[in-house]
C-alpha cells in the first residue's frame, strides 16, 4: 500500500494513481464533497489551508487528546478533518454568519468532538464562560483587523504552553500594498509577543497567503 | 487534584475572580469568590475579563460532573440547542427576506420590459400573433411574468406590515421596502436622518449638484417619488411634499425597529399635508 504516515494523528499521504493526496481516517461521511476510501476522507489542499500546511511537510506537534479553538469555522470543511485528527479531543468552533453555520452545526451534531458557537471571534468575552483553556487556537478569518483579534483569544484562552496557527490573506489586510510588506509587518506584530515557529506561503492553492505558526 | 491556574503572560490586572464580590459567569453556573454559587446551566457566559483559571478542570475538582464525558456531553447538548435557537431566530431576520424580494422584482421587472421591448420589435416586421408561435410563447411568458410579479408583491406588503407598520402607513409597502433595500436594513434606514431618505435613490444626481456647482440643482426625491402622494402632485410643490414625507418615513422607521406600537396619526398627518399642497392652499 502506498500510505505513510503524515506526521499528525489520523492522517497519512496516500497515492491515488500518480497523486499524491492526504487522508484522513474517519467512520463518518462526506462532508463537502470529498471522495472517500473505505474509512478514510481525503482532505483536498484546494479547499483546506490547513491540508496544504501538511502537504508541505510543515512540522505541526499536535495530539490526539488536544483541545483548540477554531475561529471562522465557516461551513466546517476544515473543522471536520480536524475532528477525524483530534479524535479523543474536543474543538469549540466559532462562526459568525448564520448561512455557513446551518452546515457546520450539522457537522457538530454527527460528531461529538465539535462545539459549535454562532458567536463574533472579535469578542471572545461573550464565550469566555464557555471555552475551557485550550492547547491550540486555529485562526481562519479573512480580515483586516484579524491579527488583533487574534491576540484577544489568545489572552482570553491559550494555554502558556500553548500553539496558534493563524492564516492571513495579504489582500484582506491591505488591497493594495505589496504582498510581503504585508507578510513582514504581520510578522513583526507576533513577533512582539509570541515566537514565531514557522511562516508558510499557501501558494499555488491558496493566492497570496500565508501560514503562521506560533507558541506562546 | 488541584485547579490548574493559568496565569497569562501578558496580563496586569489580576483575574476577576480574585477581585472581592465579582461574579463570574460559567455554563454550569455563577462563580463568586471561587464558590459555586447557583448551579444553572446557562448558554451565555460572558465575562469582560479573562479568566485565570480553566473551567473545565474547575468544574471537575468541584464534582459538578462526574468526569470528563459528562462534562463534555452536557455543554455540548446545551450550546447545539442554544446555538440552534439562534440560528433560526438570525436567519429570521426578515428584512433580509424582504430585500432579496425587492431585488428579485426589480430582475422580473426588467426581464418583463425586454420582452415586451423585443415584442413589439417583432409585431413592427409584420408578424401577428395568430400566425406566428414565437409572439404567441413570448406573450404567455410576459403574461407568466407578470403574474409572479403580483405575487412577490403581494408577499412584500404582506411582509411589510408585519415587520414595519409604521413606515407601511406611511410610504405604502412596496416604496417602504425599497427603501430598506436600498439603506440595506430596517435598522440601517432607522439611523438615517430625514433628508437622506428624501434623496435615496437619487444619489448620482444628489453628488453631481455637489460636486459642479454651476451643474444642476440637488434632487428633490429618490426612491420616494414612487409614492403616489408625490407622483401625482403638481411639480412646484413635490419637493415640500418629499421633505414632508421623509422626515415622516424617519420617524415611521424609528418607531418600528426600536418599538412595537403602531400609530395611525402619522400617515394622516402626510394625508392632510398632502390634500393642503394639492387644493393648493399652501
Known amino acids: 500500500m502506498d500510505v505513510s504516515f503524515a506526521g499528525l494523528p489520523n492522517t497519512y499521504f496516500f497515492l491515488a494513481g500518480n497523486r499524491e493526496i492526504i487522508i484522513t481516517r474517519s467512520e463518518y461521511p462526506s462532508h463537502y464533497g470529498e471522495r472517500k476510501f473505505n474509512g478514510y476522507r481525503e482532505w483536498r489542499k484546494e479547499r483546506s489551508k490547513f491540508a496544504v500546511l501538511i502537504d508541505k511537510r510543515v512540522p505541526i506537534p499536535i495530539k490526539e487528546e488536544n483541545v483548540l479553538l477554531y475561529l471562522g469555522a465557516a461551513s466546517g470543511t476544515t473543522v471536520s478533518h480536524l475532528a477525524d485528527v483530534l479524535s479523543s479531543g474536543m474543538i469549540y468552533a466559532v462562526e459568525y454568519a448564520p448561512k455557513p453555520f446551518i452546515k457546520l452545526l450539522k457537522l457538530a451534531k454527527e460528531r461529538n468532538n465539535i462545539i459549535p458557537l454562532l458567536r463574533d471571534a472579535s469578542r471572545p468575552e461573550t464565550y469566555s464562560g464557555i471555552v475551557e483553556k485550550v492547547d491550540w487556537i486555529y485562526q481562519d478569518i479573512a480580515q483586516k483587523n484579524q491579527i488583533e483579534i487574534f491576540q484577544k483569544n489568545v489572552e482570553f484562552f491559550l494555554k502558556e504552553d500553548g500553539f496558534g496557527i493563524i492564516m492571513v490573506k495579504a489582500r484582506s489586510i491591505d488591497s493594495t500594498r505589496d504582498v510581503g510588506e504585508i507578510y513582514n509587518a504581520v510578522t513583526r506584530k507576533l513577533e512582539k509577543e509570541y515566537t514565531i515557529l514557522n511562516v508558510v506561503e499557501l501558494s499555488p492553492y491558496h493566492k497570496d497567503h500565508i501560514a503562521i505558526l506560533i507558541k506562546l | 487534584m488541584d485547579i490548574q491556574l493559568y496565569t497569562q503572560k501578558h496580563k496586569t490586572l489580576p483575574g476577576p475572580h480574585m477581585e472581592e464580590g465579582s461574579d463570574l459567569y460559567l455554563w454550569y453556573g455563577r462563580v463568586k469568590n471561587g464558590q459555586i454559587v447557583d448551579k444553572t446551566l446557562n448558554a451565555e457566559g460572558e465575562n469582560s475579563e479573562p479568566l485565570s483559571f480553566d473551567i473545565k478542570s474547575f468544574a471537575l475538582h468541584q464534582k459538578i460532573f462526574q468526569d470528563e464525558r459528562e462534562y463534555y456531553s452536557t455543554l455540548r447538548e446545551l450550546i447545539i440547542n442554544s446555538e440552534e435557537m439562534k440560528l433560526t431566530h438570525a436567519l429570521k431576520e426578515e428584512d433580509k427576506y424582504i430585500i432579496a424580494l425587492i431585488k428579485t422584482l ?134 415640500k411634499m418629499a421633505r414632508y414625507l421623509s422626515s415622516k418615513i424617519a420617524i415611521a422607521a424609528r418607531i418600528d425597529c426600536f418599538g412595537k406600537t403602531k400609530y395611525n396619526e402619522i400617515a394622516e398627518q402626510v394625508k392632510q399635508r398632502y390634500e393642503n399642497l394639492n387644493r393648493g392652499s399652501e
Open chain 2, 106 to 239: 426589480d430582475e422580473i421587472i426588467r426581464d418583463i420590459n425586454l420582452l415586451n421591448e423585443k415584442y413589439r420589435e417583432l409585431k413592427d416586421l409584420g408578424y401577428e400573433d395568430e400566425e406566428n408561435l414565437i409572439l404567441r410563447e413570448i406573450k404567455t411568458r410576459i403574461n407568466g411574468l407578470e403574474e409572479l410579479r403580483e405575487i412577490i408583491e403581494e408577499e412584500i406588503r404582506d411582509k411589510m406590515e408585519a415587520i414595519a407598520p409604521n413606515l407601511t402607513s406611511v410610504a405604502g409597502g412596496i416604496v417602504g421596502a425599497r427603501l430598506i433595500e436600498r439603506a440595506g436594513g430596517l435598522d440601517k434606514l432607522a439611523r438615517m436622518p430625514g433628508s437622506k431618505i428624501q434623496v435615496i435613490g437619487a444619489e448620482r444626481a444628489l453628488f453631481m449638484a455637489l460636486r459642479k456647482k454651476k451643474k444642476g440643482k440637488p434632487p428633490k426625491h429618490g426612491v420616494i417619488y414612487q409614492h403616489p402622494y408625490i407622483r401625482t402632485l403638481r411639480k412646484a410643490v413635490r419637493g
